[in-house]
Every structure is written in structure tokens, then in C-alpha cells.
């Protein structure tokens, strides 16, 4: 999103989370959800993050680092930073961009993503992430059509290969979750073998709890 007078992205802020440990990326984190998210999970985690009639706000980068830099003594002592989740972040990787320049350089970016992006946004958010956890869901196309309303398993998993090119395997974290009356462990078994094969190296698998 760019604000009408031209002054540079901007980022639908619906939500931050501090002082976060101990859930993912590393050391105290403070969780920056964006609004909007091209996907209808069922179980979504985040319903408050997209659909109509949203409640949030559109920050400049500046403004986002007034609101996180309180917990700037928390980031550098545990190694910590920023997470950006959502709805879908890389949707907005040209804000996430241009707050790394003016962040601290000591903090460390995350993000949460289903990678459902035109892949357009991958280079800028392979420039400005440290680790990506992307939350593939299911690569069998008619399992994640059920579960997310989207026909566009074949495009996340293009996503995902062209991820791994310009970040290398170690930044990834890939999630398959096992999704009650959606999948099997043998369907989240033949996910990760068919990812291994692909270069993924990193898995967080679990069952989605109901
Ligand atoms: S990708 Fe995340 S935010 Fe979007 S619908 Fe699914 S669970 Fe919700």
C-alpha cells in the first residue's frame, strides 16, 4: 500500500503482540500483524486480521518504529526482533523493506507467511527477512482448496522454490500442520517428503488444535 501523497509504503497494522518468547523466531520478539490475507482458512488463527469492515490503522515505517523500539534493550539482549505476521505480511514487503533500513541493525525480521504472494514480492522479502515460516498448509492441491477456499497450491509451492533460491535452505522453516477432518499424518508425511525433495530443511510439524 502506498499513502495518497506519494510519501512511501504504507502498512495496515491491526495488531502488536510484545515481549513474545519462546513461540517462534528467536529471543523476545514483537509480533507486527498486517490486515488483509488472500486466504479463508478454516481454522484460521488470526480471524480479526482480514475480511471486511477491518479494524486497523495505516503506519508509515517511522510510525511502526515508535510503537516497537520500547522493547529495543529486550531485542538485543536476547537476540531478538521484529515478527511480521497477519493476515499475509509479504503482501507488504516494500514497508517491510523500508523499516529494516531504519531499524536498528542489531534486530533480527521474521515472518509468517502462507507465501500466497505474486512472487514479484519474494526478492524484497528475501532481502529484508532473516528466517521465513511458511505455513504451506498441504501441497496436495484439492486438501488445500478444502481447507483455505483458494485453488492456488500449485503457485505457493512455485513461491516456496523461489524462496529457497535466493535465501538458501537454512532461512526456511516450513509448517505442515496435521488440520482435523482435512488431512492425515499420511498426508502431512507425504508433504515433507515431497518438500525434502525439493531442498526444504527445516520442519515444524503439529496438529492444529479446534
Ligand atoms: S493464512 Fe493465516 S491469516 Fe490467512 S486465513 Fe489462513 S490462518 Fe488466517
Same mark, same amino acid.
Given at each position: ?33 498486517? +490486515? ?27 510510525? =511502526? ?9 529486550? +531485542? ?24 529494516? *533500513?531504519? /531499524?536498528?541493525? &542489531?534486530?533480527?525480521? +521474521? /515472518? &509468517?507467511?502462507? =507465501? ?29 482448496? *478444502? ?14 522454490? /523461489?524462496?529457497?533460491? =535466493?535465501?538458501?535452505? %537454512? *532461512? ?31 520442519? %515444524?510439524?503439529?496438529? +492444529?488444535?479446534?
Amino acid at each position: 500500500m502506498t499513502d495518497p501523497a506519494g510519501a512511501g509504503p504504507r502498512f495496515p497494522l491491526w495488531q502488536i503482540s510484545r515481549l513474545r518468547m519462546a513461540t517462534d523466531g528467536h529471543g523476545v520478539t514483537a509480533l507486527v500483524g498486517s +490486515y488483509g490475507c488472500p486466504l479463508n482458512c478454516k481454522y484460521c488463527i488470526n480471524p480479526d486480521s482480514h475480511g471486511s469492515g477491518g479494524n486497523y490503522r495505516l503506519v508509515t515505517p517511522e510510525e =511502526l518504529l515508535e510503537l516497537v523500539k520500547i522493547d529495543d534493550l529486550y +531485542y538485543l539482549a536476547t537476540g531478538g526482533g521484529i515478527m511480521f505476521g497477519g493476515g499475509e505480511p509479504l503482501l507488504h514487503a516494500a514497508f517491510i523493506a523500508a523499516f529494516r *533500513r531504519i /531499524a536498528p541493525k &542489531e534486530w533480527n525480521f +521474521y /515472518a &509468517e507467511t502462507s =507465501l500466497c504472494v505474486p512472487e514479484t514480492m519474494l526478492a524484497a522479502a528475501a532481502g529484508s527477512i532473516d528466517h521465513f515460516y511458511v505455513d504451506v498448509k498441504d501441497t496436495d492441491a484439492s486438501i488445500f482448496e *478444502r481447507y483455505t477456499g483458494v485453488n492456488v497450491a500449485s503457485s505457493v509451492l512455485r513461491n516456496l522454490s /523461489a524462496l529457497l533460491k =535466493l535465501t538458501g535452505p %537454512d *532461512r526456511v522453516t516450513v509448517r505442515l500442520p496435521l488440520i482435523p477432518g482435512f488431512n492425515t499424518p499420511e498426508d502431512v508425511a507425504r508433504s515433507k517428503a515431497l518438500l525434502s525433495g525439493s531442498g526444504v530443511v527445516n520442519f %515444524d510439524c503439529f496438529r +492444529y488444535r479446534t
